[in-house]
């Protein structure tokens, strides 16, 4: 249920062309929400697949992060999330949903 939330979210803050020209992939313990900015419009679906980045996160986490209730550097330095691959990607991400 959470990953629905979660994907549904993700969704509405990318909008159709979010400017990121990236794929990331957000790895939680119910499933996987893979997002490609590289196509417009952008899509969000659950497919597990390789992406620019990939962030390991729990989903309830990934929504404190999203809604602002976490601090992203704070959840990294304690382990609650971890990130693989473009930390450019990355960074565009945070700002992505920092604009939301």
Do not use: C, W, Y
């Not at 996987?32 to 986490?61: C, H, M, Q, R, Y």
Request: aromatic share 4%.
């Amino acid at each position: 249920m959470s990953l629905q939330i979660l994907t549904d979210r993700i969704k509405e803050i990318l909008g159709t062309n979010s400017g990121l020209n990236a794929t990331a992939r957000f790895v939680t313990e119910e499933g996987t929400v893979f997002v490609d900015g590289k196509s417009i419009p952008n899509s969000v679906s659950n497919d597990d697949l390789e992406a620019d980045a990939t962030f390991e996160v729990s989903t309830k986490n990934a929504l404190k992060l999203i809604d602002g209730e976490m601090n992203a550097m704070m959840a990294l330095m304690t382990g609650k999330l971890k990130i693989d691959g473009d930390m450019g990607v990355a960074m565009k991400i945070a700002e992505t949903f920092k604009e939301r």
